[in-house]
């Protein structure tokens, strides 16, 4: 059973504080439609330049009774409130007419080989010629310098390389990949943020567009936490992967599981009378966090022991009625049948295609973003985005005879 979610419908006159604003998008996969689909969800004109052939995040699907070819899921999610030019970057009049789109942008992304932009005759120090404050941003998996620049950089290498797979081992010692593009997706906001910061600098003080190299390495290397540095200042490493005891998740007598954090001595004191076990905060094996830690094994065998026996609602209940921090730990089914998620929109359904996504975030109060356009086929408006930057039906005619131009 899924909640009632908000039901919205495409807006196309719907202004946000970044209408205005152009994005040229000749990214791939995750990371840069993450980083395009945040401009692009609060007003920015953000083009998809692609392929004929498409995005190759289109082709990510799941398996759908409905849909021969599977369900694109990421693509309706990623690609919505933007408008898609396919074009053939190895025809000479194509790249002229890119160009020329570039010039009227504010934002360029591109996630090509380091290099690449300079071979295809896009060098940030032409194109900053032509628009002094166009700002470019350079995706990569190492960024755009260093003996790994030319390496491939996908994600999961990321994920590894940064100490998160080690982090998150697994109870029998393997190193804990996750499943889901976390990698893409933290670089994609570190990005939004980047190009605000640097289109301020343009259009706030007057400066001129810069270059921002963008990895993924390091975005993730910055929310890892102080683990290096404590290693760089103690010389060892950290002796225990937790930060808290008691921290974790705890299975219920349903089968259902909910997390628990008692990350301060008085939220440690709630969680000892939520068992019946008040005077275990005196005890100094357990009295502060660090003693706590020492003896984990301990703690969360009582907590193992004691919410075993309870449904998951009824665990609930007990330690929110005495201020514990508690949860219920969701897979995206039972996500969607949450009420709180239900009542905050959290999750929208779109109304002409039926399809459930994520709500535009973060909600600004006076400039919210919005929905504006479902996510468009490849080439859907490569006419019409050509046509604003002076093309005339003979060239677009030529063009998408010789299929240098592909119209979705």
């Given amino acids: 059973m899924t909640a009632t979610l908000p039901t919205i419908r495409p807006n196309p006159a719907a202004r946000g504080p970044l209408t205005g604003i152009r994005v ?22 953000v083009i998809k330049v692609e392929a004929a052939s498409g995005d190759t995040l289109r082709a990510w699907r799941e398996a759908h009774p ?38 009227t942008a504010q934002v360029l992304i591109e996630s090509f080989r380091p290099g690449t932009l300079e071979a295809m005759g896009l060098a ?46 697994h109870a029998d010692g393997m190193p804990g990949l996750p499943n889901m593009a976390l990698a893409d997706m933290v670089t994609g906001l ?79 004191r709630r969680v000892f009378e939520a068992i019946g076990r008040p005077e ?8 502060t966090n660090a003693a706590r830690l020492a003896h984990d094994d301990q703690v969360e065998a009582m907590l193992r022991d004691f919410i075993g026996t309870m449904d998951r609602e009824a665990a609930l209940a007990l330690f929110r009625r005495l201020g514990v921090t508690v949860g219920p730990i969701h897979d995206a089914t039972s996500l969607l049948q949450d009420a709180h998620v239900a009542a905050r929109g959290v999750y929208v359904r779109e109304a002409q295609s039926g399809t459930v996504m994520h709500a535009v975030t973060p909600r600004l109060a006076g400039t919210p973003g919005a929905l504006r356009r ?35």
């Fill in 124 to 169: 940030p120090a032409a194109l900053h010629e032509a628009t002094p404050g166009l700002v470019i941003v350079r995706l990569s998996g190492w960024g755009q310098t260093g003996p790994y620049r030319d390496l491939p950089g996908f994600g999961s290498l990321i994920e590894g390389f940064c100490g998160f797979a080690d982090k998150h081992r």
């Fill in 190 to 268: 570190t990005g939004a943020f980047a190009v605000m910061a640097a289109l301020r600098e343009v259009e706030v003080r007057g400066g001129r567009g810069q270059e921002i190299d963008l990895s993924l390495l390091e975005p993730m290397l910055a929310i890892m936490g102080p683990d290096v540095t404590n290693v760089a200042a103690t010389g060892k490493p950290a002796e225990t992967l937790k930060i808290a005891s008691p921290r974790g998740a705890y299975r219920c007598a349903d089968g259902g599981w909910v997390s628990l954090s008692g990350s301060t001595d008085t939220m440690a």
């Fill in 24 to 45: 040229v998008d000749l990214s791939r996969l995750v990371a840069g439609n993450m980083l395009s689909l945040q401009l692009a969800d609060f007003g920015a004109d």
């Fill in 66 to 103: 409905d849909h021969a070819a599977g369900f694109d899921g990421w693509w309706r999610v990623y690609g919505r409130n933007k408008r898609s030019l396919a074009l053939d970057l190895r025809d000479a009049e194509a790249m002229g007419w890119l160009r020329r789109l570039i010039g």
């Fill in 280 to 287: 275990l905060i005196e005890d100094p094996r357990f009295a």
């Fill in 374 to 408: 479902l996510a468009p086929r490849c080439g859907e408006h490569s006419q019409e985005i050509l046509r604003e930057v002076g093309a005339g039906a003979e060239d677009l005619a030529a063009m998408t005879g010789r299929g240098a131009v592909a119209c979705g």
